[in-house]
């Protein structure tokens, strides 16, 4: 059982030039998606996030169905299928298939899927050369640290953080300016592209009736790592299904609105199988890995499999207050923000991070933006039952549950209510603003404690509602 | 019990069914709605669309039209085309400094890697988005609109639909016809440091359409 890192986040809270990066970068996405989907912008978002949410319903709920299909597909275009369990199986087959076929070189696209079972790492103890090709994934690589955002990676890092990894990493003169770092990667990473013989991408979408992946990016990193090798391999979680092609014209319509506040992403790729026959260019092999690790896990609970919708456009990040300030290193995996929020706990059990699902104030704000309608608060709310009822199991929760207990009891009875009430006012009279917390410390058991850290009540006034009424009543001639 | 069973199993575990129950009922109709948009209308979305992005386009009144855009654009520097047999009766292959890419993988690359610009045709344009639509085939490489910085792509006016609904629906498909399709959004574009846009990352950070 992992506490909150307290520390950590109070070191984010207090960097000014971090708090500001968080802040200006979410803001400018919030900003841009508003405007995407504005009425003049696009006719009926909300009739197209309905849509979307509906065929994700319908796709995970026969979630069997459609991969069968896809399978089915794929194997028709010349593609294969391999099925993981688990992060461990993802990975020796990645390195097996590299040895067989003496892989030196992979050149990897930006894929929330790989970062969750840490692929580079396993794949550079493998011996293997691995080289992550979007600029902010590339940046982070070179750092040796984790993506801040899912979209946006790289989002807490300045100008100049990069051009200090730069100049340290790759031994190149030191530039300053984002265009000429842009550039320096585009050197570099164009050498890559060329020599390597593998290339490895996630997939933001799985066609179960085209057997094809979909891959929507800005940079054309994912457009060279699946064109340039001779070997490319698509790892994508198994619920990244949709059922038909024509389902992308609801999809991307919503996807790079909400993510970026772009119509479209500048390159959207629909791939499947290997170059065929007559075509000129393009990969020999081509291989699909579907991913459970966790996932079916997460298919039993029927209210919250609806956290399988998810289509990691990040606009529950860049709307949500909590991570605006703690920003995205102190969720305790990569997926962060609010779908990061649902997901670990049923990923990982809720026992691990227990404390997670409780840092919500419960605005709402991710479940108004999402795209595919997931009710991320009301998910919350049932992982903290969960949490609830495993820490009773453990015989924890017990000064709560008897606070609680005599709360209920006393707001049941009006003459008990009224004299805790009039008692209640008559402790420390005028500490207003930190009235509960000037009691004496005896009273700070550690589970008011921890609720008296960050808030207090306000005082009691002098004289209770109650009491006011009952004059006003008399006042009037009445009882 | 191989992966693909046990996962197929624990899947219909989860959702409450010990075998697989065939073709589901209740899948939505896919939403495909497509407005009846005029030549002209479609033109001039398609150009607002794309310059927006800093893309350019140039409307030809003729093939020759474009092959003297195409040249003035140039002016000097070099180039690689695609197979498509609108480019080559666009003229385009009469411009100095201008040379077939063929079909031969490993020297189109070799050109496409070194030289100025790709030129291309494209099977499909959107004017919702200002995209082109570009499908791998034995005319259109990959390679051709990725590689070089520059990208011109020739486009007869026929081809310009209405945006991505009508392109589903004309196909339902597309992996019946090819391995790769890619949709073209304006130049090639990074905002990763610093939330500030960079155009030319991996791919061409000038392009130009030419309808023709």
Same mark, same amino acid.
């Given at each position: 059982m992992n506490p909150i890192p307290v520390d950590a986040i109070k070191s984010t809270l207090s960097d000014a030039r971090l708090q500001n990066a968080i802040y200006s970068s979410t803001a400018r996405l919030m900003d841009k998606r508003a405007h995407a989907i504005a009425p003049d912008a696009i006719d009926d978002f909300q009739g197209l996030r309905t849509q979307a949410n509906a065929i994700k319903r319908h796709a995970i709920d026969n979630l069997d169905y459609y991969l069968e299909q896809l399978e089915q597909n794929?194997?028709? +275009?010349?593609?294969?299928? !391999?099925?993981?369990?688990?992060?461990?199986?993802? @990975?020796?087959? !990645?390195?097996?298939?590299?040895?067989?076929?003496?892989?030196? +070189?992979?050149?990897?696209?930006?894929?929330?899927?790989?970062?969750?079972?840490?692929?580079?790492?396993?794949?550079?103890?493998?011996?293997?050369?691995? !080289?992550?090709?979007?600029?902010?994934?590339?940046?982070?690589?070179?750092?040796?640290?984790k993506p801040y955002h899912i979209v946006a990676p790289a989002l807490h890092k300045t100008r100049y953080d990069v051009a200090d990894i730069f100049t340290e990493t790759l031994k190149v003169e030191r530039v300053e300016e984002p265009e000429q770092q842009t550039q320096v990667a585009r050197r570099v990473l164009r050498e890559k592209f060329i020599t390597a013989d593998l290339g490895?991408?996630?997939?933001?979408?799985?066609?179960?009736?085209?057997?094809?992946?979909?891959?929507?990016?800005?940079?054309?990193?994912?457009?060279?790592?699946?064109?340039?090798?001779?070997?490319?391999?698509?790892?994508?979680?198994?619920?990244?299904? @949709?059922? +038909?092609?024509?389902?992308?014209?609801?999809?991307?319509?919503?996807?790079?609105?909400?993510?970026?506040?772009?119509?479209?992403? !500048?390159?959207?790729?629909?791939?499947?199988?290997?170059?065929?026959?007559?075509e000129i260019d393009g990969p020999e092999e081509f291989y699909l890995v579907l991913m459970d690790n966790g996932r079916t896990r997460l298919l039993a609970d029927e209210g919250k499999r609806q956290s399988l919708y998810c289509i990691r456009c990040g606009a529950c990040l860049n709307h949500c207050p909590v991570y605006r300030k703690i920003g995205g290193h102190n969720y305790p995996w990569v997926y962060s923000g609010p779908i990061g929020a649902i997901i670990s706990p049923q990923f990982h059990g809720v026992t691990q991070d227990p404390w997670l699902p409780f840092a919500s104030s419960l605005c709402g704000a991710c479940s108004e933006v999402c795209p595919v309608k997931i009710d991320i608060p009301q998910v919350l709310l049932e992982l903290r039952a969960d949490i609830t009822h495993a820490k009773r199991k453990e015989g924890a929760g017990q000064w709560e549950r008897r606070a609680f207990r005599l709360f209920s009891y006393v707001m049941r009875r009006p003459r008990l209510y009224e004299m805790a009430a009039a008692m209640a006012s008559s402790v420390f009279p005028g500490s207003r603003g930190a009235w509960l917390r000037s009691l004496p410390r005896l009273l700070r058991l550690p589970p008011v404690m921890g609720w008296l850290s960050h808030r207090d009540l306000p005082p009691p006034p002098e004289r209770s509602f109650r009491a006011l009424w009952r004059e006003r009543q008399r006042a009037k001639g009445g009882n | 019990m191989s992966a693909?069973?046990?996962?197929?199993?624990?899947?219909?575990?989860?959702?409450?069914?010990?075998?697989?129950?065939?073709?589901?009922?209740?899948?939505?109709?896919?939403?495909?709605?497509?407005?009846?948009?005029?030549?002209?209308?479609?033109?001039?979305?398609?150009?607002?669309?794309?310059?927006?992005?800093?893309?350019?386009?140039?409307?030809?009144?003729?093939?020759?039209?474009? +092959?003297?855009?195409?040249?003035?654009?140039?002016?000097?520097?070099?180039?690689?085309?695609?197979?498509?047999?609108?480019?080559?009766?666009?003229?385009?292959?009469t411009l100095p400094n201008v040379k077939p890419g063929g079909s031969d993988p490993l020297p189109l690359r070799g050109m496409c890697a070194t030289l100025d610009a790709g030129i291309t045709s494209a099977d499909y344009a959107l004017s919702d988005t200002g995209s082109l639509v570009m499908l791998s085939s034995n005319e259109e490489a990959r390679m051709v609109s990725l590689l070089p910085p520059l990208h011109v792509a020739l486009v007869p006016l026929d081809r310009l639909l209405t945006g991505l609904d009508e392109l589903y629906s004309i196909l339902p498909v597309p992996s019946d016809r090819t391995s790769s399709m890619v949709f073209i959004t304006g130049p090639s574009r990074t905002a990763d440091i610093e939330q500030i846009l960079v155009r030319g990352v991996h791919g061409p950070g000038e392009i130009h359409v030419v309808l023709v």
């Open positions: 794929v194997i028709a +275009r010349g593609g294969k299928v !391999v099925w993981c369990r688990d992060a461990g199986e993802a @990975i020796q087959f !990645v390195l097996q298939l590299s040895r067989e076929k003496g892989v030196k +070189r992979i050149v990897k696209s930006k894929s929330m899927t790989t970062e969750e079972i840490d692929l580079n790492e396993h794949l550079e103890h493998g011996g293997i050369e691995v !080289v992550e090709t979007d600029l902010g994934e590339y940046i982070l690589q070179l750092a040796h640290e490895i991408t996630g997939a933001n979408f799985l066609i179960a009736d085209s057997g094809a992946i979909v891959l929507v990016e800005n940079e054309g990193n994912a457009r060279l790592s699946s064109s340039a090798p001779r070997i490319q391999i698509a790892i994508a979680g198994l619920e990244k299904i @949709i059922p +038909r092609a024509q389902d992308l014209a609801t999809f991307l319509k919503v996807l790079g609105r909400s993510a970026t506040g772009q119509p479209l992403t !500048v390159y959207t790729s629909f791939l499947s199988g290997p170059r065929r026959p007559g | 693909r069973e046990e996962i197929l199993t624990r899947i219909r575990a989860s959702l409450g069914r010990a075998n697989s129950t065939g073709a589901p009922a209740g899948l939505p109709p896919s939403r495909i709605v497509i407005p009846d948009v005029p030549l002209e209308r479609r033109i001039e979305k398609f150009t607002a669309a794309l310059e927006k992005l800093n893309g350019k386009v140039h409307r030809a009144s003729s093939r020759d039209d474009a +092959r003297d855009y195409v040249e003035r654009l140039l002016h000097g520097r070099t180039a690689v085309t695609s197979n498509a047999p609108f480019v080559a009766e666009c003229g385009v292959l």
